[in-house]
């Protein structure tokens, strides 16, 4: 069974880089996309973005210049960091895998239990 | 963007009612339509995907319809464990969006 587990900071003052962790277990982190989420409280889900162990990646345009997102292979994690973070920036960061189907259409089949990051100084 | 509009925001119903969200994407994404169910503190559950197709493990009760532009996921009898948030969202084409959910509370 594949779990994925957030980890990282729960408090960033503004204006710094928030750096959380994505361990993968039940599964290696070599295959599939994995996806970074995040939800504002009382809010909906947002898309921050995707990266596969082959380089492939793709982010939110409204992130972009603020992230970045690496697969370590030797640990079987996913790392997100977002810099420059403001009080807009405080969310539940959920990490999540990206299955493709059969019929060509993909979805987030696991999910981590989220992490609360508050940004505040 | 493709924005995701679901209604309604919110809904009462009782156990054993039938209930039927809607999600209509502002543009056609043929059958790359997902539903995710969110229950308070936890992380999104997928229950659809490809429109109409149910994830491993959900229950039957739980089924999904649509293409293009309009989609509505049913619930055909409201069971205790359903009352929580429902979420759509596009896979045609990134960035990824979600609807903005629909609450199920209690009657």
């Known amino acids: 069974q594949v779990q994925l587990q957030e980890s990282g900071p729960g408090l960033v003052k503004p204006s710094e880089t928030l750096s959380l962790i994505c361990t993968v277990s039940?599964?290696?982190?070599?295959?599939?996309?994995w996806t970074w989420l995040r939800q504002p409280p009382g809010k909906g889900l947002e898309w921050i973005g995707e990266?596969?162990?082959?380089?492939?990646?793709d982010y939110n345009p409204s992130l972009r210049s603020r992230v970045t997102m690496s697969v370590d292979t030797s640990t079987n994690e996913v790392s997100l960091r977002l810099s420059s973070v403001t009080v807009a920036d405080t969310a539940v960061y959920y990490c999540?895998?990206?299955?493709?189907?059969?019929?060509?259409?993909?979805?987030?089949?696991?999910w981590g239990q989220g992490t609360l990051v508050t940004v505040s100084s | 963007d493709i924005e995701m509009t679901q209604s309604p925001p919110s809904l009462s119903a009782s156990v054993g009612d039938k209930v039927t969200i809607t999600c209509r994407p502002s543009?056609?994404?043929?059958?790359?339509l997902n539903w995710y169910q969110q229950r308070p503190g936890k992380a999104p559950k997928l229950l659809i995907f490809?429109?109409?197709s149910l994830q491993s493990g959900v229950p039957s009760r739980f089924s999904g319809s649509g293409s293009g532009t309009h989609f509505t996921l049913t619930i055909s009898s409201l069971q205790p464990d359903d009352f929580a948030t429902y979420f759509c969202?596009?896979?045609?084409?990134?960035?990824?969006?979600f609807g903005g959910g629909t609450k199920v509370d209690i009657k």
């Open positions: 543009q056609n994404i043929m059958t790359y």
């Open positions: 999540a895998r990206r299955v493709r189907r059969d019929s060509d259409t993909y979805d987030f089949d696991y």
């Open positions: 039940g599964g290696s982190v070599r295959t599939y996309f």
């Open positions: 990266i596969h162990n082959s380089g492939g990646s």
């Open positions: 490809g429109a109409s």
């Open positions: 969202q596009q896979s045609y084409s990134p960035p990824l969006t």
